[in-house]
């Protein structure tokens, strides 16, 4: 492998990470991930205000992960709510 500059690198093994693509797994579900967090997060929250969402679940995915920013967006969801 050769960087832009020129410089080969060398390497035992190579992971090729390409990615993965979110799927809802219904039309009233939202993949949220962060790279559109705030056009994302900002719909839903417009859907609560204006009362297209009575009733949000916050779901975490099963294994290994980091669950305080599904709960501090589940907390800032329910003030956002209750100020409406």
Do not use: K
Request: proline content about 6%; hydrophobic content about 45%.
């Amino acid at each position: 492998m050769h960087t832009v500059g020129g410089q080969e690198l060398s390497y035992d093994a190579v992971l090729l990470a390409v990615g993965g693509r979110e799927l809802p797994s219904s039309a009233h579900t939202v993949v949220f991930t962060g790279r559109d967090a705030e056009r994302t997060y900002g719909s839903v929250l417009a859907a609560v205000d204006v009362g297209d969402i009575g009733r949000l679940a916050f779901i975490l995915p099963d294994g290994p992960t980091w669950p305080l920013p599904l709960y501090e967006l589940a907390l800032l969801t329910a003030q956002h709510a209750r100020d409406g």
